[in-house]
């Protein structure tokens, strides 16, 4: 079972609020990732972490911000919530080892900005 | 632009159906996975396919990837309603940065 967590599960927040997304991980991995994924179902890279002090933008652009300070620790943080980041986060982490290694993912973070 | 193409979109059978599902990319993949998503959560780590005709079988579901590394299958036999869900294909990108990409997802419905 994946070692990956997400928190929190659910978060209806208003407009404007400053918000952290919380992903952490036990299993030592370098590689950590940020999806956006909206109820069509297709999950858009926003941010990538090769490992600590290192963090890209992916391929969908996104007002949110990333660190990675500790391995295990990669949060989201949106500074003014809007109804537009009204998605599913979804957390992964992956071995950086090697290309030929399998993502594994969190729960996710229904997130609601009314 | 995608990357990965899935199809089809949706999918409903009826239980005990046989159902195929496809998934291409225009270049030549490093390595091709399945995952599955029950609605709203997580990811589940299916299989991964490394090598040009390779085959892996899990249970009742088979993943195929074709020769040339562009195209690979998720077959299910005898489905059941618990096999509904979101199926992902997902491929390291082939640049530097081997970042994680995903195709649009095909969503299955069995029906009992």
């Known amino acids: 079972e994946a070692d990956i967590y997400q928190t929190p599960r659910y978060l209806v927040i208003g407009t404007g609020k400053k918000i952290t997304l919380e992903c952490s991980q036990t299993m030592g991995h370098d590689k950590m990732y940020w999806y956006q994924q909206d109820p069509g179902m297709e999950l858009h890279l926003i941010h990538y972490s090769y490992g600590v002090n290192s963090t890209e933008k992916g391929d969908l652009s996104s007002e949110s911000t990333v660190s990675r300070i500790r391995t295990e620790h990669f949060p989201l943080t949106l500074e003014s919530a809007r109804p537009s980041h009204t998605s599913q986060y979804l957390c992964?982490?992956?071995?950086?080892?090697?290309?030929?290694?399998?993502?594994?993912f969190g729960q996710g973070t229904r997130l609601t900005v009314v | 632009s995608q990357e990965l193409e899935q199809s089809p979109q949706s999918l409903i059978v009826q239980e005990g159906k046989n159902l195929t599902i496809n998934c291409t990319s225009s270049?030549?993949?490093?390595?091709l996975y399945w995952y599955k998503q029950k609605y709203g959560e997580g990811l589940i780590f299916l299989m991964m396919l490394q090598k040009g005709g390779e085959e892996k079988s899990h249970e009742k579901i088979t993943a195929k990837l074709d020769e040339k590394k562009q195209q690979s299958s998720l077959h299910i036999t005898a489905s059941q309603p618990s096999h509904a869900g979101i199926y992902l294909c997902g491929a390291a990108r082939m640049d530097s940065s081997y970042k994680l990409i995903f195709g649009s997802g095909t969503r299955l419905l069995v029906r009992p």
């Open positions: 270049k030549t993949l490093y390595g």
């Open positions: 992964a982490s992956s071995d950086g080892g090697g290309v030929h290694t399998e993502a594994f």
